[in-house]
């Protein structure tokens, strides 16, 4: 429940917010790419996995702006499980220089904005 202004309400929408840096270029390539992944990542966690069509933006060049949605937000749950699935790979070291990630995903960060 939030309280806003002079009103209260049960909604809990967020956003999800990723932000990839990638050696791929051109944002035409970088949203085939993503979506191929995404869809190889939602093939291996089953039909649990969680995601909406994703927004793709560039933000520079080779930095691109990934925001997935949810109407109501309870918590780690709602995450998509590829953001979940990227987060975490690009916090482990394997093998002491690679990350579990394909080598196009130079970095990633990521932000959660409640509506």
Same mark, same amino acid.
């Given at each position: 429940m939030k309280i806003k202004c002079d009103f209260v309400t049960n909604s809990s929408s967020a956003s999800f917010v990723m932000y990839i840096k990638s050696s791929i270029c051109y944002i035409e390539d970088f949203e085939v790419f993503l979506l191929d992944y995404i869809k190889e990542q939602s093939e291996e966690c089953g039909a649990g996995s969680k995601h909406s069509d994703p927004k793709i933006t560039e933000v520079s060049n080779g930095?691109?702006?990934? !925001? !997935?949605?949810?109407?109501m937000f309870n918590g780690f749950d709602d995450i998509p499980s590829w953001m979940i699935d990227m987060i975490v790979k690009s916090s482990l070291v394997i093998n002491s220089c690679e990350n579990g990630l394909p080598s196009e995903i130079l970095e990633v960060g990521f932000d959660i904005k409640e509506d």
């Open positions: 930095v691109y702006r990934v !925001e !997935e949605w949810t109407a």
